[in-house]
């Protein structure tokens, strides 16, 4: 059965720093990863997706990895901002399966 | 291209009452996913559903709870005689693609909050 674990589970930083966020899950027989936003009160925003193939994906200052052997992804978050305070999730598809399966969450501050 | 539409946002149901949620995939999309997130916890799996069919419902209760997804019209979700326990964050997301697709990216409706009083 897949289990997604994500540390830390609450993270409070200052504006301007770089940080990495941690998604660990336990099947390696995955599609995909993907990592979502989801603000208080809001529904999800996806980030990035990352096909089993693949590494890493990058999008402006957000960068994401892939080690499926080792069940580990990483989020990489540069030059934080206030902006980006958020809960942010990370969710696996297994191979075939039909369910995404979602950590519990890092719950960002970034104080300006 | 309006996303994925739920409605209601916000929803009040007394104990005994129906709740019916509603989903509008995004244009072109025909895979619905309905997720629910109970307060302070992660998003659990609920139902997959494909045009008229139910794919997959391992994550519902077996009582109370159905949904559907007819060939015309949005996914609905509905919570029978309704409890307390059932007030949480109900969640809809669609894709382009079958879940065995590595590309598939599911896109998520803004949710529907039921709260059970």
């Known amino acids: 059965k897949q289990e997604v674990t994500q540390i830390p589970a609450a993270l409070s930083v200052p504006e301007g720093e770089n940080l990495v966020l941690n998604c660990s899950f336990t099947?390696?027989?995955?599609?995909?990863l993907q990592w979502f936003r989801q603000d208080p009160g809001k529904g999800l925003t996806s980030l990035l997706l990352i096909q089993s193939s693949q590494r890493e994906q990058t999008s402006g200052r957000l960068n994401a990895s892939l080690d499926k052997s080792s069940g580990r992804s990483t989020l990489y978050i540069a030059a934080s901002q206030p902006g980006d305070s958020a809960t942010y999730l990370c969710a696996v598809l297994n191979t075939g399966g039909f369910k995404t399966i979602f950590g519990a969450g890092t719950r960002l501050f970034v104080k300006a | 291209n309006a996303g994925v539409m739920q409605n209601p946002r916000h929803l009040v149901r007394r104990r005994g009452q129906e709740a019916r949620l509603r989903c509008s995939p995004m244009?072109?999309?025909?895979?619905v996913y309905w997720y629910r997130q109970l307060p302070e916890e992660g998003l659990k799996f609920m139902v997959y559903?494909?045009?008229?069919?139910?794919?997959?419902e391992s994550g519902m209760p077996k009582e109370r709870f159905s949904a559907e997804f007819p060939k015309e019209g949005p996914s609905i979700l509905r919570i029978q005689q309704v409890v307390r326990g059932d007030s949480a964050a109900y969640f809809c997301?669609?894709?382009?693609?079958?879940?065995?697709?590595?590309?598939?990216?599911?896109?998520f409706g803004a949710g529907s909050r039921l709260t059970v009083l």
């Open positions: 559903l494909q045009k008229e069919n139910i794919i997959d």
């Open positions: 099947d390696s027989a995955i599609y995909n």
């Open positions: 244009k072109g999309h025909s895979h």
């Open positions: 997301a669609s894709s382009p693609l079958g879940p065995n697709s590595g590309a598939n990216v599911l896109t």
